[in-house]
C-alpha cells in the first residue's frame, strides 16, 4: 500500500509470507534510488521496462526516491539566464529614455 506520492518520492508498506519481489509501475532509470526498511537496495528492471525490488518476508516500508544532480544545475543555468535578461532589459529602457527616437 502507498503511503506517500510525489514526482520524486514513493514510500509503500508492503507484507510479504515469503521472499517476492515488488514490481513498481515506473520506468526504469538509475537516478532511482531504493531503500527497504532504511537499508539501500538494488533496483532491478522488470518487466523490461519498471522497476523492482527484492523483499525478504515480513513487513517493510519501502522507499523509492528520484535525485538527479542535473536539475540543480539546470535551475542556476535558468536563474542566471533570468538575471541576465532582467539587466539587458534594463539597459535597453535606460537608452530608450535617453535616446527616444533611436
Not at 532511482?32 to 517493510?60: M, Y
Amino acid at each position: 500500500m502507498t503511503v506517500e506520492r510525489r514526482p520524486d518520492l514513493e514510500v509503500i508498506d508492503a507484507s510479504v509470507s515469503s521472499p517476492a519481489l515488488l514490481v513498481r509501475s515506473e520506468t526504469f532509470d538509475r537516478r532511482w534510488n531504493a531503500d527497504v526498511d532504511g537499508n539501500p537496495v538494488k533496483i532491478i528492471p522488470a518487466d523490461s521496462a519498471f522497476q523492482a525490488v527484492a523483499l525478504p518476508a515480513g513487513r517493510h516500508r519501502v522507499t523509492f526516491q528520484y535525485r538527479d544532480p542535473l536539475i540543480l544545475w539546470g535551475m542556476f543555468v535558468s536563474l542566471a539566464t533570468l538575471f541576465g535578461c532582467a539587466v539587458a532589459l534594463s539597459r535597453w529602457r535606460r537608452v530608450r529614455r535617453i535616446f527616444p527616437n533611436e
